[in-house]
């Protein structure tokens, strides 16, 4: 398979995250984000083994990896009440602001320069987040404004999480870097979990896990199987097929209207994220 096309079929897998949590019927978050993680921890954790590598999973820099891999599991629990709470889209295009984030981190954390043109780009992305949260009140009673809000700090987290990775993972392969994504989530909401299990119905069981293996698993499989024959940042910027496909999802299967400032909302993030892949994809 071409491996361009390995990353479409990931992304669009990666652009329905929405649906599954729609057709969970309400099924709690912290029971959702306990079974994402969970299936791809298990099923990465035996490959991991059975691949026989040398090296101890907890090694150099564990605890950061640890770290990181907690902080993840809060962006989980986050973008799940995001879905639960607004639109396939809103949620799809705010997820997208985390390069932002990431680019404004790695100046602090990493010393990476920004030159004016993508401060400027910084500036449009945060311009496009402050339009997708006009549509709503900015009151914690409403369901859309708690949506955007937690996919941002979501989207935030997440940029935290990768900055992390980047810089104490050297020493980590992709799957050892993907296992340390999810490990902690299952290890930290377990206790919460346990009193819901027996309120879960099989439905919501089989979609959870689903989820889990097919975007935790499938997804990231394609991704990093095109990365090995493929530059970083062009399978980046294909990725952003997934908010549109959320978009897409949305309006299809839930009637989900776009609006005026979504649409110009998503086109400032998504543009201004895109010119600044390309950017640093041509920076020696």
């Not at 607004?86 to 010393?111: H, R, V």
Request: with cysteine.
């Amino acid at each position: 398979m071409p491996p361009i096309l390995k990353v479409i079929i990931a992304s669009i897998l990666w652009g329905a995250s929405g649906v599954y949590v729609k057709e969970a019927d309400n099924m709690p978050v912290i029971a959702m984000a306990f079974f994402r993680s969970l299936i791809p921890s298990l099923f990465i954790y035996i490959f991991l083994k059975n691949a026989k590598t040398p090296k101890k999973i907890l090694r150099k820099n564990h605890k950061w990896m640890l770290f990181a891999s907690s902080l993840n599991s809060a962006r989980t629990v986050l973008f799940f009440i995001s879905f639960a709470h607004t639109t396939i889209g809103n949620a799809q295009i705010t997820l997208y602001s985390w390069p932002i984030w990431a680019a404004i981190l790695a100046y602090f954390f990493l010393k990476e320069h920004l030159s004016r043109v993508q401060v400027a780009l910084l500036c449009l992305t945060f311009l496009g987040l402050i339009c997708i949260f006009s549509q709503s009140e900015l009151s914690l009673n409403n369901h859309n404004f708690i949506g955007i809000a937690a996919m941002a700090l979501s989207a935030f987290l997440h940029a935290c999480s990768m900055i992390i990775f980047k810089k104490y993972g050297d020493d980590y392969k992709s799957e050892e870097i993907v296992f340390f994504q999810n490990i902690m989530t299952p290890i930290l909401l377990f206790a919460f979990c346990v009193p819901l299990f027996a309120e879960l119905s099989m439905k919501q069981v089989v979609i959870a896990s689903s989820f889990g293996f097919i975007n935790g698993i499938i997804a990231f499989s394609l991704f990093f199987s095109a990365l090995k024959e493929m530059k970083t940042a062009n399978a980046a910027q294909i990725t952003y097929i997934e908010p549109i496909c959320g978009l897409i999802w949305g309006y299809f299967l839930y009637q989900e209207q776009i609006g005026f400032m979504q649409i110009l909302g998503g086109s400032l993030i998504l543009g201004s994220t895109f010119i600044l892949s390309s950017l640093k994809s041509k920076t020696p």
